[in-house]
């Protein structure tokens, strides 16, 4: 039989990634279905000033993101994150105080992942920047070997979110 006359079934055409904005296929090589379902501990911290500044993002939020996307969010949730000005390498040396922290990062039909970045301002978690994850510069993540000067609040959160991902605590939906 000619396999001209083979035609792509439907779980083997592609759909497109709201987070990356990539045709991406359905199924992984292994058979598994190539969308995650993101929930709330996937995307977000768990802080009253960053709840806030979500209700200031405007868009439709997907559900469903590509499995690199979701191995992306858990990376960079709760990642500490420096200028786009700084360099050098931070991670044997103390923190700055211009060390801020990814807070969320939301997927919004048509615009891709919305990465929200936070400060202290006056000592109050802020959100101070906001960048498309295709945009957003891998060297600006930062690994300090210590506090140093970064703002309390700042490194609190970053602190227990680093002892729930080792806690080993399931999800909680
Ligand atoms: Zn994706």
């Known amino acids: 039989m000619p396999t001209g006359n083979v035609l ?14 990539e045709a991406v296929p359905r199924l992984l090589p292994n058979g598994l279905r190539n969308r995650v379902r993101l929930t709330e501990r996937n995307m977000v911290l768990q802080s009253p000033e960053i709840h806030a500044a979500l209700t200031k993002v405007q868009g439709l939020r997907a559900t469903e ?7 992306i969010y858990q990376e960079l949730l709760g990642t500490l994150i420096r200028p786009p000005w700084e360099e050098g390498d931070a991670r044997s040396s103390p923190g700055l105080n211009d060390t801020g922290i990814i807070g969320a990062l939301l997927p919004i039909a048509g615009r891709g992942t919305q990465v929200l970045i936070f400060h202290a ?15 957003l510069n891998p060297d600006r993540l930062t690994y300090p070997g210590s506090r140093g ?17 080792h806690s080993g ?5």
């Not at 006056?122 to 920047?129: F, I, R, V």
């Open 169 to 173: 605590a399931p999800p909680s939906p």
């Open 121 to 135: 301002v006056h000592g109050t978690l802020c959100n101070t920047e906001t960048e498309e994850l295709r945009q």
């Open 8 to 21: 792509p079934g439907p779980k083997i055409a592609p759909w497109v990634c709201p987070s990356c904005r």
């Open 65 to 71: 993101v590509c499995y690199a996307c979701a191995e």
């Open 149 to 165: 000067a970064i703002a309390p609040c700042v490194w609190s959160l970053y602190e227990d979110h680093v002892a729930e991902l």
